[in-house]
């Protein structure tokens, strides 16, 4: 798997828009970028995945820059449940995942 | 769909005791994965299953360690002669593999483990 690095933690204020960056500059042609968050105690939440095109779900939405090296998750209206820690993951998309330490999301009131 | 669960959701056990979990995936899912999680870290790859063929095991896993899954439908998780060290969160998770779409992966809500 193409590694990801991620922020370690950033803050955005309830009710704007939640951007988390993940560099992938190592993702090959056919890896999936994925999106997954974790909430304390809680196990992973799927949130969206994408290979080319930008992505959008009721969750989020999933900006990939044409060269693929670098992809955005966008919360629209943040709201203090998504306060958690983000994941970005790339993939063949038949493979196990593997986690690394992810981005802390504070919504901040 | 009821998700993937788990249970039991918290157990405490002494050291040196056997303990299980079992994981019920999303029904009709083919693939289910063992994961463990530490205070403070992002899941670690365990095992993963296709139908009930065990595919591949993490150096994690070590002997006392043993995943099933007879059926190709619920799996276990036995750790025998239990350590403080593995004191944890496993989660179980599932999916249905399919070409071309990439593979979504579901997590249950974990089971923690806490060895005195």
């Known amino acids: 798997d193409a590694k990801t690095t991620q922020p370690t933690s950033m803050d955005c204020a309830e009710g704007r828009a939640a951007n988390l960056p993940c560099n992938h500059s190592?993702?090959?042609?056919?890896?999936?970028v994925y999106w997954y968050r974790q909430i304390h105690s809680q196990g992973p939440q799927y949130i969206i995945h994408?290979?080319?095109n930008n992505e959008t779900n009721e969750m989020a939405s999933l900006i990939i820059t044409e060269d693929r090296k670098s992809s955005t998750l966008i919360l629209p209206h943040a709201t203090l449940r998504d306060t958690a820690v983000y994941y970005c993951i790339v993939n063949f998309g038949n493979e196990k995942l593997t986690f690394g330490t992810g981005t802390r999301l504070t919504i901040i009131p | 769909d009821t998700g993937v669960s788990q249970n039991p959701r918290h157990k405490i056990t002494k050291r040196g005791q056997n303990v299980t979990f079992r994981c019920d995936p999303i029904?009709?899912?083919?693939?289910l994965y063992w994961y463990r999680q530490t205070l403070g870290q992002g899941p670690e790859f365990l095992t993963y299953f296709q139908n009930e063929a065990q595919l591949e095991k993490s150096r994690l896993l070590s002997d006392r360690f043993s995943a099933e899954r007879p059926k190709g439908s619920f799996s276990t998780l036995e750790i025998q002669r239990t350590e403080q060290g593995d004191s944890a969160m496993y989660l179980c998770?599932?999916?249905?593999?399919?070409?071309?779409?990439?593979?979504?992966?579901?997590f249950g809500e974990g089971s923690w483990l806490t060895v005195v």
């Open positions: 994408g290979l080319k």
């Open positions: 998770a599932s999916s249905l593999l399919l070409t071309g779409s990439g593979n979504t992966i579901y």
């Open positions: 190592t993702i090959s042609g056919n890896e999936y």
């Open positions: 029904s009709e899912h083919n693939r």
